[in-house]
């Protein structure tokens, strides 16, 4: 069997429902569908939350979520026998949606679990739809499997009883319907049983998270690029498709920043050694890009791809007499992983070290490094801090980089020569990511300067 995910732009209207229909109904045996919300609709949602919660006209915002929703219900996709039916269903959650903004400005209160509910609406209503589009297919709640649990105050998923419950609910896929539709995103509290969700972009992950518990021979992902890139082509037009990648190469790429697929998704997936293949809805004769188990690059080629982080924070530690700089080094990693903030990049410097963060961590990881120093003494004694904003992190991802020890000096080169100052740089865990911190002013050129050299 197969899971194949479609996105917000994949679902979003009409035309495009009508490639997913045709893609869908055009593959044999059982497949899983997971569906984002239509296109644009996750953000409206917030938006009428934000207006209700500062007092001010939802109405509008809402009108508009209905008449993206009604447009698809009455169009020739939905039966017509089965249209008015659907759209009851729907016009419940509608009301829903209407209840939860008229709270929401009531009581001038929106909390992160109000916030929730509302945001599920959205996966809920396009789920429902989707199951009436397409042939042979019935609809799975998300909600009921998919399970979470509080981490520094974020919801993440409990993979082992979220595994057994999709094995669980799936039993019955290929008999009672060939094509399984479920919600993708949404998900539910293991204690309380409140909705949650899984980040935003997190369609993605409930379609991986799916395919590793029913071990699934392939993973598809249909969104609206031809796959994983050279670099984004909004900023360097020379960029290309790149057919084949490695499971880590992927995992790199999308934790330094390309935004194909939502970084959490390949975990589960290569686990299971199960292929992952990114594909387009609106080219579906292109090859696309196809991730497996195997390393397949040109050892020729210097690297696979160059991302960026845009926004980015370097922290600067400086060493004390009492803390010095290797035990610095572990502490501030220790303090920042208890806080649940990622650091992207950690080196040594001449007298402490250094570490960057997404810029929107800097502030939390600022403080919790004060209130652990602080345990040190006066200030005069505690080690020094220091953020530097208005950088920005430029990976250059590939296993040839673990090959080749002297490509990093060649990147920075590279670099140092087109006139962008490297701040610092160092080697991710993996040993083939290699990333430099350079002015956010500067990222676009560096971007270039870099890619020339795939
Ligand atoms: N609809 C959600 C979002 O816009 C989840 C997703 O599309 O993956 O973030
Ligand atoms: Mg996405």
């Known amino acids: 069997m ?42 409206l949602l917030i938006k009428g939350a934000r207006l209700a919660l500062d007092g001010m006209e939802w109405d509008k915002t809402l009108r508009t979520v209905e008449g993206r929703h009604r447009d698809i219900v009455f169009s020739p996709l939905v039966a017509a026998d089965l249209q008015d039916a659907t759209w009851k269903e729907v016009s419940d959650l509608l009301a829903l949606l209407r209840n939860y903004y008229t709270g929401i400005s009531l009581l001038n209160d929106l909390s992160e679990r109000t916030l929730c509910n ?53 039993s019955d896929l290929g008999t009672s319907c060939r094509v399984a539709i479920a919600p993708g995103f949404i998900s539910t509290d293991r204690d309380t049983g409140d909705i949650t969700n899984l980040g935003r972009g ?33 900023i360097i037009k020379e960029a290309k498709v790149i057919a084949h990648l490695s499971f880590l190469e992927s995992m790199d790429l999308c934790n330094f920043g390309a935004k ?27 090859p696309g890009t196809i991730i497996t ?43 920042l992983s208890k806080h649940g ?46 953020e530097h904003a208005d950088v920005s992190a430029i990976s250059a991802v590939g296993e040839n980089i673990k090959l080749h020890p002297d490509t990093s000096c060649r990147l920075s080169d590279t670099l140092q020569d087109a006139g962008i100052d490297v701040i610092t740089s160092a080697t991710g865990a993996s040993g083939f990511t290699f990333t430099m911190i350079v002015p956010q002013a500067l990222h676009k050129e560096a971007l270039t300067a870099l890619h020339r050299l795939i």
């Open 2 to 43: 197969r899971v194949m995910k479609f996105g917000g732009t994949s679902v979003g209207t009409v035309p495009s429902l009508r490639n997913v229909k045709h893609i869908v109904e055009n593959t044999s045996g059982p497949v899983v569908v997971v569906v984002s919300a239509l296109g644009g609709v996750t953000d």
């Open 118 to 170: 509302v945001v599920s609406l959205g996966e809920r209503m396009s789920s429902l739809i989707i199951s009436r589009i397409i042939d042979d297919a019935a609809l799975y709640q998300s909600m009921d499997f998919i399970k979470t649990e509080r981490w520094f105050g974020k919801n993440i998923a409990v993979t082992d009883l979220t595994d057994s419950l999709i094995c669980r609910r799936f």
């Open 202 to 234: 997190g369609s993605d992950y409930t379609a991986a998270l799916i395919a590793a518990a029913l071990e699934a021979d392939v993973l598809d992902i249909w969104t609206d690029v031809d796959g994983f890139m050279t670099a984004d082509p909004r």
């Open 260 to 286: 194909v697929i939502y970084p959490p998704t390949i975990y589960p997936v290569f686990h299971k050694n199960i292929p992952i293949r990114i594909l387009n809805t609106f080219n579906p004769e292109a």
């Open 293 to 335: 188990d195997e390393h397949k690059a040109s050892s020729l080629q210097l690297f696979r791809g160059v991302t960026s982080i845009p926004e980015v924070s370097v922290i600067d530690v400086g060493e004390t007499e009492s803390l010095r700089a290797p035990e610095l080094h572990t502490r501030v990693l220790n303090v």
């Open 341 to 386: 903030i990622e650091v992207l990049l950690s080196a040594s410097a001449l007298k402490g070290m250094k570490a960057a963060v997404r810029r929107s961590d800097a502030a939390a990881a600022m403080r919790a490094l004060r209130e652990d120093f602080a345990g040190e003494g006066s200030e005069a004694t505690s080690p020094s801090l220091d």
